[in-house]
């Protein structure tokens, strides 16, 4: 009988099988055929490019719908905030006018001769009405109509730019009185924290927050003319910034708002 030798396969043994390197060294010991996956960074996708303004234009494609013409947006509606002129606005103050003048809905169209189910669709926000018709509306409820130019927004040059608005604006009570939660893409460092817009030294942290940080959405749905106006004088901001808008404060354009602000 011939010795066994060890190194030599017998014929019920079957030969090594030699595949692609990746199969014998796989990068990824968990799932041999798929690479390592790379360390995911969230500050990385939430921290603003402020060398881009753009992008914050780009992001407000997914805003909600809003009130306003077309026309008068000018020749880059991108850059215009319609933010004042939201249809949740409308309903809220044609409801509110219409209850302050003790009027029903049906007591509302005879007046304004809109019909009874567009005035329940219109406050139920299932529907916006055409231009002339809000306006019929809020005034057979006894509103005031004020019509104000949009916002237009700019950005300052430097390595650092800051929104500007070509006017300032208010608030209702509130909105600008209320707790401010900001997001990660403003306040990105340290635990979360809110601030309670009605304590004068909460008011100013976030005003100067969301005048360095943030976009205009974020500056619209934080800060008021009045309350910015106060606080003008105690806030913290570079110089840039001050320049940019201390024509708003200190020299602001005649507009109605700004008469009452005045």
Not at 9 to 29: C, E, I, N, Y
Not at 78 to 95: C, G, P
Not at 166 to 192: D, I, Q, Y
Not at 222 to 230: G, T
């Amino acid at each position: 009988m011939a010795p066994h030798t060890p190194n030599t396969p017998s014929a019920d043994t079957p030969a090594p099988h030699h595949g692609p390197l990746t199969q014998r060294f796989p990068t990824d010991r968990r799932h041999p055929q798929t690479p390592t996956p790379q360390p995911h960074h969230p500050r990385t996708a939430l921290t603003p490019c402020r060398q881009e303004p753009d992008r914050w234009i780009q992001a407000k494609q997914s805003q909600p719908k809003y009130w306003h013409a077309d026309q008068a947006c000018g020749p880059n509606p991108s850059n215009v905030s319609t933010t004042i002129l939201r249809m949740d606005s409308f309903r809220e103050q044609l409801r509110s006018s219409r209850a302050a003048s003790g009027l029903t809905q049906a007591d509302l169209a005879d007046r304004s001769g809109v019909a009874r189910p567009n005035i329940v669709a219109y406050e139920s926000g299932r529907r916006e009405p055409l231009f002339r018709n809000a306006l019929d509306l809020l005034g057979a409820a006894g509103a005031q109509v004020i019509v104000e130019l949009p916002v237009v927004w700019s950005w300052t040059e430097g390595r650092r730019p800051y929104a500007v608005p070509s006017r300032l604006w208010r608030l209702p009570p509130s909105e600008a009185l209320r707790r401010f939660e900001p997001g990660h893409h403003l306040w990105w460092s340290g635990p979360p924290r809110g601030f309670d817009l009605a304590l004068r030294a909460d008011r100013l942290r976030a005003y100067e927050i969301v005048l360095r940080e943030g976009s205009p959405r974020d500056i619209e749905g934080v800060v008021d003319e009045l309350l910015l106006c106060e606080a003008w004088s105690d806030l913290v901001l570079p110089s840039t910034l001050r320049a940019a808008w201390s024509r708003l404060v200190l020299d602001p354009p005649d507009t109605p708002t700004s008469r009452v602000a005045s």
